[in-house]
């Protein structure tokens, strides 16, 4: 009996193996179950305008014509009545001294 010690560490050795072999041994693997996409949801129509917008008819001003390039700018003394006109174009529901202090209105806005 003087060898315990040898075969003590033997058996412990041999313990940590089996113990070591049996937790990493895996289950057999089984397949995953299959999941089923859900059909996609069925089309639906946009709903029908409840309230359109109707276009505006903007008549022809004639603005085409005194913003051509050939003609020479108007004086500072003139170029103000010609601002208020186009103004008054793109404001005409509007009263445009409420936006805007029109008196020397371009040498202010180049300025």
Known sequence: ???WPFW???LAIAAIAGFY??????????PAPM?????????V????????VTAIEVPAMGVAEEL???KPLPTLE????LMTELLATLFREQRLDRLFFLDHFIERFVV
């Not at 089923?36 to 949801?41: F, H, V």
């Not at 129509?45 to 359109?52: A, E, F, R, V």
């Open 1 to 3: 009996m003087k060898n």
């Open 21 to 30: 072999f049996w937790s990493t041994k895996q289950p057999p693997s089984t």
């Open 8 to 10: 003590l560490g033997c």
């Open 68 to 70: 051509r390039l050939d």
């Open 78 to 81: 003139q170029s103000d009545t």
């Open 45 to 52: 129509d946009p709903p029908p305008i409840q309230h359109p």
């Open 35 to 43: 999941v089923q996409q859900p059909p996609p949801p069925p089309k």
